[in-house]
Structure formats: structure tokens, C-alpha cells
């Protein structure tokens, strides 16, 4: 359970808050087997932190997972004929009865046959979390609207299996299973990999926004103040450090706290640009702590730099000129993206006409 612990006591939190339903997702690129695994090892997680947790809908009622699936209710799946087979969908009238606390649901994109409650199963889950009953649900990331870099699931031939982005966007945590997977064997093939495009649009997704909740993710005995600790990241472009000061300006007056503008130089003996001097010097104006690192690399020291000092959130900016680094995962925003878990990391999009 360690991979999941500190995403289970998130959701916990969030469940803690009221009792309108809150959806946690677990998004993948591997075999639905993966999936419903990782569901079942956070539904026991929670269930052994005394949520009331029933399996609504998992392929073969989740008994392929073995001992994972003991110990957990499962309710009986609505069986339907279709084309003269029998489907299982979920009961969603049987799980509006039921009540629990959290509801499990596997393959969100799912359509479900005539004579369903709802074309859809993402719809059920809608009718679920207006009923005050928090989800936690999985879905292919190749399924999922609007997200870039990636090929449907099933090619373009099979349109139907599609989560719209106007359901997987709100999702209030999303899990990323290709990043909690253990590493497997000596010589086993390594988990799907994610494009830079993709990542880069999940995270902006599952990072809260940076003005609201002051204590929201803080690990237990952190003081308020170090979880409000925000770092931005200057880039070398003294036009473009000026536009990011700009464009956080309103954001750091909401979020108080001290705060920390940051530019990363190869050497001392090289210095700074005078333009860029000036845009130190407004931070320093705005409030700011200005800090000047040294590495030719710049993510080290700023990974470095952000430990050391109670750093929460992380902020910089992206150009269009950066646009093929960040398909090529070699951007500073991709990097600590893959690099810096530990953080919220917020892109603004400093590009403007001509840029």
C-alpha cells in the first residue's frame, strides 16, 4: 500500500471536509488487471481507516486480484441482454440504496447497453456523487478527451469508449498509476511511458490552485507557513522574468507568506544581465527574497534550494519558443515535473502575440 498511502490520506481529507461526493481517478496506461489492482489496494486502505467502502462495479466482481478483493462488499452487478448476450453493468439503483460511504468503479468510459440507467458509466458516477457518495474510479488514460500526445484506446475506430473532459477535469484527486508502479523484475519491460504533452496537461490538472487551501497538502507536524512558501523560478529572458513577476502579482498578495524569486546562473564570474538585475530588483520590490544559484544544470540547485527552504510551490513560467523542449522532455517545466514530487509546480503561459 506504500505508493498509494499519501494519496489515500489525501482523499481522506477531502472527505473529511462535507459530505458531497468527491472523486478520486486512477489513470493508466497499463492492462485493465493494473487498474483494478490499484483500486482494490486503496479501497482496503480506506476501509481499514474506517470508511464504509463497496466494490459498485469491477470486472469480474474484482475476484481475478485474489486476497486483495477479501474482506470488501461487493454489490451484485445489473445483468442485461444485448445482441443476445448477457452484460454485466453496474446497479446503479442497488448502489443509491446501499449508500456507502465510497463507491468503487472500474473503466469510466465504459458505455453501457441499452436498458441501462444511463447510456454512459462516467453518467452514473454524476448520478453517484450528486447522491453525497464519494467515488473511486479508473480509467485509460488513451480514454480521456482533449488530453494531447496520446492515441485512443481502441484507435479511431472505437470513438464511444471516451471520458469527456468536462467530467475528468473535476475530478478532486487524480492518480497517476505509471508513477506509483513499483519497479518490477530484472528484465521486465518498463511501465508505458507518458509524452511530455500529456504529463504536462495531467499536472496542471492535479495541482490545487495556487490561492486557495493555505494548510491543503501538508505533510503531518509542517508548520502553515512552510506549506505557503512559494519559489519563482526566473527565467534567464529578462522580458520574460518581468511578465512571470507580473503574472503572479495577484496571486502573492492572496497567498502571503514569504516568498522566494530564484534565477540560476551558470557561474558568479559570468553575472547577470543588467535588464535582468532590474527585474531582481522589482521582486525584491514586490515583496520577494531574491536568490541567485549557480549550476550549469539548473534543476539541481533549484530542487536543492526548494527542500532546503519549506518550499510548497514552485512557479515559472513557458514560452512558445520552449514548445519543442517540452515535447522532447527536456524542458525545466517537464523535468520538474518528473523530478519534483514533492511540490506543486504552477506554469503560466508567459507566450504573447510575437513571442
Known sequence: MTPFRDKAEGFIRLLEQGQRGRLQLCLGLGPPAGQAQALLELARYLQR???????AYLENGGTGQGPLGQGLERLPHRRLEYRG??????????????????AVVQDLAHRNVPGATHQARHQDVEALLAAGISVLASADLRQLEGLPGLAPAGGPESPRQVLPASFWRR???????????????????????????????LRQVMQPPLAQGQTQGMAPGQAPGACRRLMVCLPPQPALARRLLAGVEEVISRQGGSWFAVHVSPSQGRGHLPALNQACQEASRRGAEVVRLEGRDPLRPLLDFASAHGVRHIVLGRSRGAAWKGLLGLSLAFRLLRHGADFDLHILDLAEDGT
Open 171 to 201: 475530478a478532486d484527486q487524480i492518480i497517476l498509476l505509471e508513477e506509483t508502479a513499483p519497479a518490477g523484475p530484472p528484465g521486465a519491460p518498463p511501465p508505458p511511458h507518458l509524452p511530455a504533452q500529456a504529463l504536462l496537461a
Open 49 to 55: 481507516r474506517g470508511l464504509e467502502v463497496v466494490l
Open 85 to 102: 448476450l448477457a452484460v454485466e453493468e453496474m446497479d446503479l439503483p442497488a448502489v443509491l440504496r446501499r449508500r456507502p460511504r465510497v
